[in-house]
């Protein structure tokens, strides 16, 4: 293995270990008394006082001013953190597993075909099928005997991965670098949300330990807004899109399976069984087969 591979793999073991750790953390949140308002706010403004001197010091500050910043941070920063965070407030890690980051690719897929007419290729066809089947097989185990049944977090699990592709598509079709998107999405994220959140949010940070409030604070302040972004981004440069997106994604569904010990939280064929199908939908292993073969032949 070069040196350029082994340093991406590093970067997306970094990645893995984050994206795993908000899956967890923010179920962690609603059991000590962080809502959703509030775990929103501590990430965007931590994010802010880090973020604001570094640009005010190198004088790069000029991209913050278009529109695209705005609305990025709008879809992909309160938008995804407000369902998401609120998500986990309802329905455990493998919930979210399944309808927030199992959701993503096809999310993404229908956002780029509504927002610039992109056809779907084949391998969307079949992850679609595949998760379809899923869904329907988990309804009917769910409608039988289940413990944790459909509810409004699944609802806003769903509406987190619609905030995420259409963010993702948008992003794609900008020509913002990863630390200039970053920056819009966690600067305005704060700047329009915080003063909503200060006059007219309810607010229950007194109610918390102050150990979570700061262990919840550095870990999506810093770790998820700042360290994810640069780590996924040069991970995709040294092994490539599919290779490091795919990778990477394996972090939610792991970190729901570790978190059903961890968090004591209940586990049902219907869980399985949508594990295992939102999972294969989502990494498309037929492209991974593909790919390999292809590697091989060169």
């Keep these: 293995m070069n040196r350029v591979k082994l340093q991406g793999y590093i970067f997306v073991l970094i990645t893995m270990c984050i994206w795993g750790g908000f899956t967890i953390l923010s179920r962690l949140s609603a059991k000590w008394g ?8 501590l990430r965007f403004a931590f994010a802010f006082s880090i973020l604001v001197p570094i640009l ?10 278009k529109k695209q910043a705005i609305i990025l941070a709008l879809v992909g920063g309160i938008g995804y953190c407000v369902t998401v965070y609120s998500g986990f407030y309802f329905s455990p890690a493998a919930h979210a597993a399944i309808f927030l980051n199992g959701f993503i690719p096809v999310c993404t897929a229908l956002a780029a075909f509504v927002i610039y007419k992109q056809p779907f290729d084949r391998h969307v066809c079949t992850s679609i ?18 413990h944790q049944p459909f509810g409004v977090g699944d609802v806003l699990f769903v509406l987190g991965a619609v905030c995420w ?16 998107a970053m920056s819009s999405v966690a600067i305005w994220s704060a700047v329009m949300y915080i003063p909503v ?5 309810p607010k229950h940070l007194t109610e ?9 604070t550095l870990f999506h302040g810093v770790l998820v807004v700042i360290v994810a972004t640069i780590t996924y981004v040069e991970a995709i440069k040294r092994l ?30 219907a869980i399985i069984c949508g594990l295992i199908g939102i999972g294969i939908g989502a990494l498309q292993p037929w492209r991974w087969i593909a790919h390999l073969k292809s590697t091989s032949q060169i």
Excluded: C, K
């Design 240 to 269: 490539g899109a599919f290779q490091a997106g795919s990778i990477v994604t394996l972090a939610p569904f792991i970190a729901a399976v570790i978190a059903i010990p961890l968090l004591n939280e209940p586990v049902s064929p």
């Design 208 to 216: 918390a330990e102050p150990i979570h409030i700061a262990i919840q």
């Design 34 to 41: 962080i809502v959703a308002w509030d775990l929103t706010a």
């Design 197 to 201: 959140y200060l006059f007219f949010l």
């Design 129 to 146: 099928a595949i998760m379809s089947i899923s869904l329907i097989l988990m309804t009917y185990l769910l409608s039988m005997n289940s």
């Design 165 to 180: 592709g259409i963010f993702t598509v948008l992003l794609r079709e900008s020509n913002m670098t990863a630390w200039q």
């Design 56 to 65: 005010l010091y190198q004088r790069n500050y000029q991209f913050l001013f």
